[in-house]
């Protein structure tokens, strides 16, 4: 056989493009394996407003691992990849395109408009599905869906309709959240609140009897003109005795009653709170106990439409001039400043405001029931576990879900009105005329929330309704959903609901919620603080698998990844490693013939052990959903256990080996290989490009059936875990670490060869240490192993370090200067004390203990311990050479 060559540099835009396409072309992504067990997730749909960002990076990254370690077991795995819509993201998007052109989509027409939009959707989702790609993501292509394909369209209408006839969805006029820049209603979890300066002010509302007057406070004085009561608490002395006299509303001479309601809080500010049943979420509930007039102050722009001197003005000019009104008038008392918080769209940031509408909702309370009577009887579980809390409590408070939405782009609403009778017809097909006067229909303008067809997404891609005896509804329910904690309200319960109402079942058994990518500094990634990343400028600096190795390292359970550019040099060292590995083993070929059944040396034993102790751990990370645990393994492993030791140790039989003849060069590159084959597949799932790569470069007889790396099984080398040859090992590993830690403290240059001595009270040991008396040398750099059963008399000119059952003599005295290392030592010593002196002083001060964090304090204890035990050694070593 000859020498196979690898570039001698890691470059993987020369390769990760033609791997891609080879995997697809095998349909390497596409479910092949027979039998009942199966893995089956579906991509949490990226919106076609953009760019894929590093938060899609991670997400896609944790279940392009998770898929294909799965179908590594042998179950049969589908990943099904798709888009959302995003309703208002997308029509806002579009919007301002017509707006550069200096149109408007009201002057184009419905029509025209979703003609424009259809258009930048499919430019977008080709460049989505380019990232995909370019992210290496083994999504089954052939499944690929769309929120508003003609499937997905059929399942919206399908459920509308089967919820209306189940009396779950009303049209009523309530109070909705309104976003006047989006032109429409938002759900109560599409409202992002922050904290805001604002003000508290005063104002002074008189009875009608001129009798006095009372003091309220609020932060919006402008919609006082909607005022239709002032409410106190029935227990509060000051005023409940005055209920059901008549005030007089400022600025407007409208009179309105003092009442009594529970909700007051009669403790905060002075008890008495104004009623604006129409602009207040609270003060409609208590307008509704009360029977009390809602009079709408605004209209859909945001303006006051209210007749009189503020018709026309927006809010934030009503306020203004609402407030000079009320100084001039009088009623004015004060103005604190304050820090409240302030509901935003979601989408465009707009100030939300609360907006008497007529809306089309749905009745959560009967969904909700069942998905938390499936939680509770344990047909899915969160990982972490903390999210059930998060979970189980917007359950059990859970509103009804407003699902109409003042938009062209979307799944329009299918209700449609006569013309002639009135009636409302609800309907699974389009309607043309009524049925019951043949009259002439409208349907309603309104589109659905885009979550009423992501809430649908686990069976709507796999088929459901039309398709519901398909194969594909045989992977679901799925198996896990993969997503990020910020939207289990928007997508994740509401998922569940759908799933129990719809299938009788959860959509999935596993939920894990990963964190947020953040920067260094713990803070949203955004385009105004300039500290956001590219995935796809990361790939081409770095390659696909540095970027989701790195992020796989850094998802620990339960935390945000904090990362900045300089945090994927970590995936590019690793995979850089990996390549060298396979050069340095593929290079070495030349001459090489495979020996059937090699026997195996006790070293081959220690790695073959401790692979099979890496895969079993990596595969209880993987199925516990710990990423952070499974890649630290993988790297640890390949890095410390096959790279530093076993690479190394193979050196005596590939080099010095090959010079003394007997066919052990071969015997050793036939295990080498088998190994090496066997890490390629353990480290598949974390860099598929780079080991797909090297694995076409495999000797044919080291590939198994599996010619593709990605369809090969994974390496569960079951019964190869031997612990005394692991404890045998970890003695061999020991020795050599201590003479290599003194070497490098006396500096004692790597090409010095120098002598020990290694005193074994045990005969056991000594038969081990004499064993593998050439792999001790060879890592420790000795010319000369001395093995005793005791010290023996000849010890001047050498230091004694203690192992675990046995002591080494390492004689630095023959290979450095002795009056050197005594100065050495004592200034390290001198230097090390100062520094414990400081760590101590820094400890025993009440100051830092009690106010630095508890991490803080704990890693500074550590630090001092290790000073300590470091300085205690050196002075042990200097008593040695005195």
């Known amino acids: 056989?000859?020498?196979?060559?690898?570039?001698?540099?890691?470059?993987?835009?020369?390769?990760?493009?033609?791997?891609?396409?080879?995997?697809?072309?095998?349909?390497?992504?596409?479910?092949?394996?027979?039998?009942?067990?199966?893995?089956?997730?579906?991509?949490?749909?990226?919106?076609?407003?953009?760019?894929?960002?590093?938060?899609?990076?991670?997400n896609i990254t944790l279940q392009d691992i998770a898929v294909r370690f799965h179908r590594m077991l042998g179950e049969r795995t589908l990943w099904v990849p798709g888009t959302d819509h995003a309703g208002i993201a997308t029509q806002n998007v579009v919007e301002k395109k017509l707006r550069t052109l200096g149109k408007k989509r009201a002057e184009i027409g419905r029509e025209a408009f979703l003609k424009e939009t259809w258009a930048v959707t499919e430019d977008h989702r080709a460049i989505i599905t380019e990232q995909i790609e370019r992210m290496g993501a083994g999504v089954d292509w052939e499944r690929e869906r769309f929120t508003l394909d003609e499937g997905l369209s059929q399942a919206v209408r399908e459920v509308f309709v089967t919820l209306y006839e189940r009396g779950l969805i009303y049209k009523g006029e309530r109070l909705v959240n309104w976003c006047c820049s989006c032109g429409t209603a938002l759900a109560d979890d599409e409202v992002e609140h922050e904290e805001n300066p604002g003000a508290m002010h005063h104002i002074r509302y008189p009875f009608a009897d001129g009798e006095g007057s009372l003091i309220i406070a609020t932060t919006r004085p402008e919609t006082l003109l909607g005022d239709t009561a002032v409410a106190v608490h029935p227990q509060d002395g000051r005023w409940a005795h005055l209920a059901g006299k008549l005030l007089v509303l400022p600025l407007t001479g409208r009179l309105i009653?003092?009442?009594?309601?529970?909700?007051?809080?009669?403790?905060?500010?002075?008890?008495?709170?104004?009623?604006t049943p129409a602009h207040d979420i609270n003060d409609w509930e208590t307008g509704k106990r009360h029977n009390l007039p809602v009079i709408n102050i605004l209209n859909a722009e945001g303006r006051i439409s209210a007749e009189g001197p503020y018709k026309g003005l927006t809010v934030k000019e009503a306020r203004a001039s609402v407030i000079e009104d009320l100084k001039s008038g009088g009623y004015f008392i004060k103005e604190e400043p304050i820090t409240h918080a302030v509901g935003r769209c979601y989408r465009c940031h707009t100030v939300i405001e609360p907006f008497l509408s007529e809306q089309w909702f749905v009745k959560m309370k009967p969904l909700a029931q069942k998905a938390l009577a499936g939680w509770k009887n344990g047909d899915f579980a969160f990982f972490p576990k903390k999210w059930e809390n998060t979970?189980?409590?917007?359950?059990?408070?859970?509103?009804?879900?407003?699902?109409?939405?003042?938009?062209?782009?979307?799944?329009?609403?299918?209700?449609?009105?006569?013309?002639?009778?009135?009636?409302?017809?609800?309907?699974?097909?389009?309607?043309?005329?009524?049925?019951?006067?043949?009259?002439?229909?409208?349907?309603?303008?309104?589109?659905?929330?885009?979550?009423?067809?992501?809430?649908?997404?686990?069976?709507?891609?796999?088929?459901?309704?039309?398709?519901?005896?398909?194969?594909?509804?045989?992977?679901?329910?799925?198996?896990?959903?993969?997503?990020?904690?910020?939207?289990?309200?928007?997508?994740?319960?509401?998922?569940?609901?759908?799933?129990?109402?719809?299938?009788?079942?959860?959509?999935?058994?596993?939920?894990?919620?990963?964190?947020?990518?953040?920067?260094?500094?713990?803070?949203?990634?955004?385009?105004?603080?300039?500290?956001?990343?590219?995935?796809?400028?990361?790939?081409?600096?770095?390659?696909?698998?540095?970027?989701?190795?790195?992020?796989?390292?850094?998802?620990?359970?339960?935390?945000?990844?904090?990362?900045?550019?300089?945090?994927?040099?970590?995936?590019?060292?690793?995979?850089?490693?990996?390549?060298?590995?396979?050069?340095?083993?593929?290079?070495?070929?030349?001459?090489?013939?495979p020996v059937q059944n090699p026997p195996l040396l006790p070293v081959d034993e220690w790695m073959y052990s401790r692979l099979e102790a890496a895969s079993g751990s990596v595969k209880q990370s993987l199925l516990s959903y710990r990423y952070n645990d499974a890649a630290e393994t993988v790297y640890s492993f390949f890095w410390n256990d096959f790279c530093d030791w076993y690479v190394e140790a193979?050196?005596?039989?590939?080099?010095?080996?090959?010079?003394?003849?007997?066919?052990?060069?071969?015997?050793?590159?036939?295990?080498?290989?088998?190994?090496?084959s066997k890490v390629l597949r353990l480290l598949h799932p974390f860099l598929p490009f780079l080991t797909e790569e090297i694995w076409e470069k495999l000797p044919s007889?080291?590939?198994?059936?599996?010619?593709?790396?990605?369809?090969?099984?994974?390496?569960?080398?079951?019964?190869?875990?031997?612990k005394a040859v692991e404890a045998d090992f970890a003695l061999i590993q020991e020795i050599v670490v201590l003479v290599r830690t003194l070497r490098s403290e006396c500096a004692i240059p790597a090409a010095k060869k120098i002598r020990v001595r290694a005193v074994c009270g045990k005969e056991a040991l000594r038969i081990l240490f004499t064993g593998n008396s050439a792999l001790i040398k060879r890592f420790a750099g000795l010319g000369v192993l001395e093995i005793a059963a005791e010290q023996g008399p000849e010890c001047a000119g050498s230091i004694l370090l203690a192992g675990n059952g046995f002591e080494a003599l390492v004689f630095v005295a023959e290979a450095v200067d002795m009056d050197f290392l005594k100065a050495k030592f004592e200034k390290t010593i001198t230097s090390d004390s100062k520094y414990i002196e400081a760590l101590e002083n820094k400890l025993s001060g009440e100051k830092f203990v009690q106010n630095a964090p508890a991490a803080l304090v704990l890693e500074e204890r550590k630090k001092l311990e290790e000073a300590k035990e470091r300085r205690s050694k050196l002075e042990r070593w200097l008593k040695s050479v005195k």
């Open 1 to 58: 056989m000859h020498a196979i060559e690898l570039e001698k540099v890691y470059n993987p835009k020369n390769f990760e493009t033609k791997i891609y396409k080879k995997w697809r072309e095998n349909g390497a992504f596409t479910p092949k394996n027979e039998g009942e067990t199966h893995y089956s997730v579906v991509i949490p749909p990226p919106n076609v407003t953009g760019v894929l960002h590093m938060g899609h990076a991670l």
């Open 701 to 722: 007889d080291f590939k198994g059936k599996a010619g593709i790396l990605a369809f090969s099984e994974y390496p569960l080398t079951s019964g190869l875990f031997n």
């Open 257 to 275: 009653p003092l009442i009594t309601d529970e909700a007051v809080d009669k403790d905060f500010g002075t008890g008495c709170v104004k009623i």
């Open 650 to 676: 193979t050196k005596l039989s590939t080099h010095e080996g090959a010079a003394a003849g007997g066919g052990e060069k071969d015997r050793a590159l036939t295990v080498l290989l088998d190994v090496f």
């Open 391 to 593: 979970y189980e409590h917007w359950l059990t408070n859970i509103r009804d879900w407003c699902i109409s939405r003042q938009l062209w782009w979307g799944h329009r609403i299918p209700a449609w009105t006569c013309d002639s009778c009135g009636k409302l017809l609800i309907s699974r097909e389009d309607i043309t005329k009524c049925p019951d006067c043949g009259g002439s229909v409208k349907q309603d303008p309104d589109v659905l929330d885009t979550w009423f067809s992501s809430w649908l997404w686990p069976f709507s891609v796999l088929g459901w309704p039309k398709s519901a005896n398909r194969a594909d509804m045989d992977f679901y329910p799925t198996t896990a959903l993969v997503t990020a904690y910020d939207i289990i309200f928007f997508w994740v319960a509401r998922m569940i609901m759908a799933g129990y109402e719809f299938t009788g079942k959860a959509p999935f058994r596993d939920v894990y919620i990963h964190g947020l990518v953040r920067d260094k500094l713990g803070r949203k990634m955004s385009k105004s603080l300039g500290n956001g990343i590219n995935p796809l400028e990361l790939i081409d600096e770095y390659g696909a698998d540095a970027l989701k190795f790195t992020l796989a390292f850094l998802c620990a359970q339960g935390q945000d990844v904090l990362i900045d550019k300089s945090s994927f040099k970590l995936g590019t060292k690793f995979a850089n490693k990996v390549w060298n590995a396979g050069r340095y083993i593929l290079m070495n070929l030349e001459g090489f013939s």
